[in-house]
């Protein structure tokens, strides 16, 4: 597809001076014309290696410094008007596109466009498995947008940006350590703070902090690698948060336990999918369990087959701790 841009910027470049007569303004054209492809070309990188992009780039830099080098050594006479008015049509471009800037990221702040329906914080260590087909189970159900914090955690200043202004619903899988890891407590508050829709998810091995812990967060919160202090959220502000999370008014999802399997996890997913405001409503069931259980094209739409899969010809039987829901996720 990229040969018909390079076609496009030769024809744009040939066509300049034909219709363009006046030296001066054919040197602002040129430039502006060759950084434009130069800019499509950073943004769509269409070589396969880094360094045929890298070279393409540098050429157009180079043809760009080789035609202002040519334009010093021309004797070319322009008119005092000329330079005004192509002086004013720059400032005047550079002064709209600073302006459109400032608008779009101003209104991205305050009124954000939300990236992902779904964020489901979980403590990786207690809850990966269980984030992962949660994930997994939300998506093919309703059709919506999931992250979950586990997907990236190398820069924390972007998680807490996606869940402040990129984020509809922010899910908390409450599992027994899962408020004391630093991310986790960032990501909630940072939700609180934003007023974001929060449903907590109340596994079986939770343990809600007690008053005492409240009051003593900086021995609660396991900071020792990650200082939420530097990303300007307090302890104070956690605090106020982790209350809120007990509040009677808190949407909350309690795991059934007397569910067996992955029953209990396609409850949580049903009841979650009820909560999200303006989730689509659907056949009650899991579309990843009825894979994993029959491996037919029927589950695939969500429909159970009528063949016990215990005799399903391939079948796979899966031994796992009933108790143990990260071994059944």
């Known amino acids: 597809y990229y040969s018909v841009v390079l076609l496009a910027r030769g024809l744009v470049i040939c066509f300049i001076p034909i219709i363009i007569r006046d030296a001066a303004v054919q040197v602002i054209v040129f430039v502006g014309m060759i950084g434009l492809f130069n800019a499509v070309q950073q943004r769509l990188l269409p070589w396969r290696s880094d360094a045929a992009n890298t070279i393409d780039c540098a050429v157009s830099m180079l043809l760009l410094l ?15 008007g000329t330079v005004q008015t192509l002086g004013l049509m720059l400032f005047s471009a550079f002064v709209a596109l600073g302006s459109l800037g400032l608008v779009i990221a101003v209104w991205l702040r305050f009124r954000p466009w939300s990236t992902f329906h779904w964020f489901i914080c979980h403590h990786k260590g207690d809850a990966g498995a269980q984030a992962r087909w949660m994930k997994t189970e939300l998506k093919a159900i309703t059709r919506m947008s999931v992250f979950i914090d586990s997907d990236d955690l190398s820069d924390l200043d972007e998680l ?55 009051n003593e967060l900086q021995f609660y919160v396991d900071t ?64 990843l369990s009825g894979m994993l259980a029959t491996g037919t094209a029927d589950s695939m739409s969500g429909r159970k087959s009528s063949q016990d899969p215990m005799t399903a010809r391939g079948a796979v039987l899966l031994s796992v701790d009933d108790e143990d829901d990260e071994a059944i996720a």
Not at 66 to 80: D, E, H, I, K, W
Not at 268 to 281: F, I, K, M, Q
């Open 224 to 287: 020792s690698g990650c200082d939420l202090q530097g990303y300007g959220i307090s302890f104070d502000e956690i605090k106020q948060a982790y209350i809120g999370l007990s509040a009677p008014d808190q949407a909350r999802v309690v795991m059934n336990a007397s569910l067996r399997g992955t029953g209990r996890f396609d409850g949580v997913v049903d009841e979650l999918r009820n909560v999200g405001a303006g989730s689509p409503r659907m056949q009650v069931g899991s579309t």
């Open 66 to 80: 080789l035609l202002q080098c040519g334009a010093l050594v021309q004797n070319m006479a322009t008119s005092l």
């Open 160 to 214: 807490f940006e996606i869940v402040k202004t990129k984020t509809r619903h922010l899910v908390l899988y409450q599992t027994r350590d899962v408020l004391r890891r630093p991310w986790c407590a960032g990501e909630v508050t940072c939700a609180s703070l934003s007023g974001l829709k929060v449903t907590a998810v109340v596994t079986r091995s939770f343990v809600p902090p007690s008053p005492e812990d409240l």
